[in-house]
């Protein structure tokens, strides 16, 4: 988000040069010193090459290599699709939301989020494509699409998202790259020539932050509709096919606030990643970590009461295979996995961050690992039991028909988009800072001219 200049808060001139200096040594050193990240992007790349070659072996056999069957054709690649697509809507919520209603401890961690967004919106659509026996077959979703596909809308609204959400993560960083281009001489010069490409020509004057705050401003209320539409119109590709437990008329809103708990969550780890090994820890504070904190807790009480209305509702009536669909949930098969989940990825989570001792930094962080977790097997529980659950009856078929087990390759595959994921934010964060140098030095008082080097 773009912050204003208040010119009565400004340092004096000594004051101010000492002050960008810090913030820019403090954000940008580890760029550059970060211990640990060749092994670290080796082991992401180990990682790739066991993950690229399952998909080698799954393309080359077929999807017969996976659990997946004429019943379970949607498994753990769709239910990973779902949470992807979940997770970026992170984005949206931090730097849309509470960016335009003026809340203030969001600017150390508005980048992180669009870092966290894009890098989930990229892969969402790769995940589709892990999903398809005949990915070869993709183009023709562009060339013979119809407006009648729930599919189609599916890749509109998740390419213009994508879209959106580059703009928002580059837009804010030119006047970083100014000041980059001005503080780090040393720097490589394939990156120096980064920085000048990046920077547009900006020298900070009032012209120039006029027109970077509209464009700003109008992307973040453009992407609320867009990232509302991404996960609403995935919602839709459930309950507009005629199966017990997608037939909700609230599939939207529930999808929509479970994705907010997701991707707050994810973005909990994010900042804890980056508080620990890039060594900020005076600009991703406590009290950030209990803010934030406190909107999970929000969140997951949002998704609660939809939660309690997509179970209660159908629980209370127990149609015939509503019925059916429910007590494998509740008291069957799967009741181990769906209270688990229930208990320790939500209701638990909400319990704990009441009190201000669990929303602390390290506390904060194992509650958003078992809160993302959850939120992950939330969405296998939406998709596997509604499969096996049909109106017609499953029988003359094979054992292995009638349920569904994920197999190691589609293990290494499902886990293979969060690698992917994982590697677009290495790299985001070790080309640019992932704190907002600009903002971080205005909100400090920092004159324009000790930032740039120009007069306003």
Do not use: C
Request: no cysteine; glycine share 6%.
């Amino acid at each position: 988000m773009a912050v204003p200049i208040d010119e009565s808060k400004l340092l004096a001139p000594e004051e101010s040069k000492r002050t960008i200096k810090r913030i820019v040594e403090d954000i940008t050193n580890p760029m550059y010193k970060h211990t640990g990240l060749k092994l670290w992007g080796l082991f992401l790349l180990l990682m790739l090459i066991i993950s690229g070659y399952a998909y080698f072996i799954q393309f080359r056999d077929g999807l017969g290599v996976t659990g997946l069957h004429d019943y379970v054709s949607w498994g753990a690649y769709i239910s990973n699709f779902v949470f992807f697509v979940a997770t970026s809507l992170v984005g949206m919520l931090i730097s849309a939301v509470l960016g335009l209603t003026g809340i203030k401890w969001i600017t150390p961690i508005a980048r992180i989020g669009e870092i966290v967004a894009v890098a989930f919106a990229m892969w969402a659509g790769l995940v589709i494509v892990i999903d398809m026996g005949r990915p070869d077959r993709l183009l023709n979703v562009f060339i013979h699409g119809r407006i009648q596909s729930p599919i189609v809308w599916d890749i509109t609204v998740v390419s213009t998202y994508v879209a959106i959400s580059l703009l928002l993560l580059v837009l804010p960083l030119i006047p970083d790259m100014a000041i980059m281009k001005r503080y780090l001489p040393n720097a490589p010069t394939w990156q120096k020539k980064l920085f000048n490409i990046l920077s547009f020509g900006w020298v900070g004057n009032k012209e120039q932050h006029k027109i970077l705050f509209r464009a700003i401003r109008i992307l973040l209320i453009t992407i609320v509709p867009v990232a509302l539409a991404i996960h609403t119109v995935t919602s839709w590709l459930f309950a507009s096919t005629l199966r017990p437990g997608w037939d909700s008329t609230i599939f939207g809103p529930y999808f929509v606030s479970g994705a907010f708990v997701a991707g707050v969550a994810a973005v909990i780890i994010a900042m804890y990643f980056f508080r620990t090994n890039f060594k900020l820890k005076q600009y991703l504070n406590e009290d950030i970590f209990n803010n934030i904190g406190k909107l999970l807790v929000l969140t997951a009480l949002v998704y609660l009461y939809f939660n309690l209305n997509e179970y209660l509702v159908p629980g209370y009536k127990m149609r015939k295979m509503e019925g059916h669909h429910l007590t494998e949930i509740f008291s069957g098969h799967y009741a181990p996995l769906f209270w688990s989940t229930q208990i320790f990825g939500l209701l638990l989570p909400i319990v704990l961050l009441l009190f201000k001792k669990m929303r602390k930094p390290k506390p904060l962080l194992i509650i958003a690992i078992f809160v993302l977790v959850g939120g992950w097997l939330k969405r296998y529980l939406i998709v596997v039991p509604t499969m096996l659950s049909t109106y017609f009856p499953i029988q003359n078929v094979p054992d292995s028909m009638t349920t569904y087990s994920v197999t190691g390759l589609e293990v290494v595959l499902t886990i293979f988009p969060v690698i992917g994921a994982i590697i677009v934010m290495t790299i985001i964060a070790k080309l640019f800072p992932v704190i907002p140098i600009w903002e971080t030095a205005t909100e400090q008082g920092v004159r324009v001219e000790d930032m740039y080097g120009e007069e306003k």
